[in-house]
C-alpha cells in the first residue's frame, strides 16, 4: 500500500499542471478573441496582470503608453500608428493564431498602478513577455524591452524585432494602407509639370540652345571657384574680421586664409576684367563709327588698367613682399 500515496501525489501534479496549462489556453484565447474586433487589445492594471502572468503558453506584446495630452509625450503620439498598423496587419495575416502572440496596450491613466509597480519614468515603453511554458518557452520569463533611444520606430522596425525573438513561429507582414491622397497629389503634380513643360518649350528652347547663356553660366562658374568659393564652404571661414584698430578688414594676409568678403571681391574684379576682355575682343571690332570704337577702345583699356592695379594691391595686401604696383593703386 505504500505506493498510493506516491500515485496520489503524481496525480495532483498532473492535474495541477493540466489546470494550469488550460488556464493558460483560456486567457490566451479571450485575449485572441478580443484582438479579432479591436487590436491591440486595451488593457486596464488587472487585465494586465491576467495577460503577463505565468505560466503561459503565449508571446505577449505589451505597449506602455501616455497619451493624454498633459503628459505631453510626443513620442507616444508618433509611434502609436504605427503601433496600431503593426498589430492589424499580424492579426489580419495570422486569425488563426498559429503565431500565439498578443498585441496591447496599456495607458498610463489606465494603469497607474502597474506604471509605479514597474519604477517607469518615462514612455513609451515596449515589453515583449516570452512564453514560460510549451514547445516555444524561453529560458527566462523577463520580458524583452524595445529601446526608442532613437526616436519613434516604424511597424516594419518593430515588426523585425519581434519576428527576430520569435524564429519558429509565423510573421504577418506589415500591410499598410494605400495613401490615396499622396497618390492623387503625385499624379497632379507630373500632370501639371508636363503641361507646364509642353507650354513653356517654344519659350524655354531658345533660352536654352542659346550658346551666350552658356558662356554665361560656365563664365559664373569658373569665377566662383577660381576665386575660393570652395574653399570658403570647406573651411567655414569668417565674412570679414577687425584690424585690431576698430576697424574691419576685407583680405586675409597670406595665401592660406581668405574671408568671405573677399572671394566675392576677387570674384567682382575677375569679372569686370574678363567682361572688359570680351568686350575689347568681341563687341568693339564690331563698332562702325571710328570715332565711337576709338572712344570704346580707351574706355575698356582704362577699365582694365584701372582694375588690374587693383588686383595687384589685392596681391600685395596677400604677399607683403611682392615688389611691383600700378597706379592708381600703389
Known sequence: MRWVPAFLSAALVAAAASNSKKSSEERFSAFHTKSLSSTPVKLSDSSYRDLTKTPRDYTAAVLLTAMDTRFGC?????FQPEWD???????????????????????FSDGRDTFMALGLQTAPVLFLFPPTVGD?????????????????PSAEMVHAWVARHMPDRPHPPISRPINWIRWITTIVAIAGSVTAGFVAWPIVLPIVQNRNVWAAISLIAI????SGHMFNHIRQVPYVAGDGKGGVTYF????????GMETQVVAAMYGILSFAAISLAVKVPRIADPKS????????GGVLFIMYSFLLSVFRI?????????????
Open 74 to 78: 510626443q513620442l507616444c503620439r508618433e
Open 136 to 152: 516555444h518557452a524561453a529560458s527566462s520569463a523577463e520580458p524583452l524591452r524595445y529601446d526608442f533611444t532613437a526616436g519613434p
Open 318 to 330: 596677400k604677399n607683403a613682399g611682392y615688389p611691383f604696383a600700378i597706379p592708381p593703386f600703389m
Open 293 to 300: 570704337q576709338s572712344i570704346a577702345v580707351i574706355a575698356w
Open 223 to 226: 569665377l566662383l571657384f577660381t
Open 85 to 107: 498598423l503593426l498589430s492589424r496587419s499580424w492579426i489580419k495575416g495570422d486569425k488563426s493564431a498559429k503565431s500565439r502572440i498578443v498585441f496591447s496596450t496599456l495607458d
Open 252 to 259: 586675409a594676409s597670406g595665401f592660406q586664409n581668405q574671408y
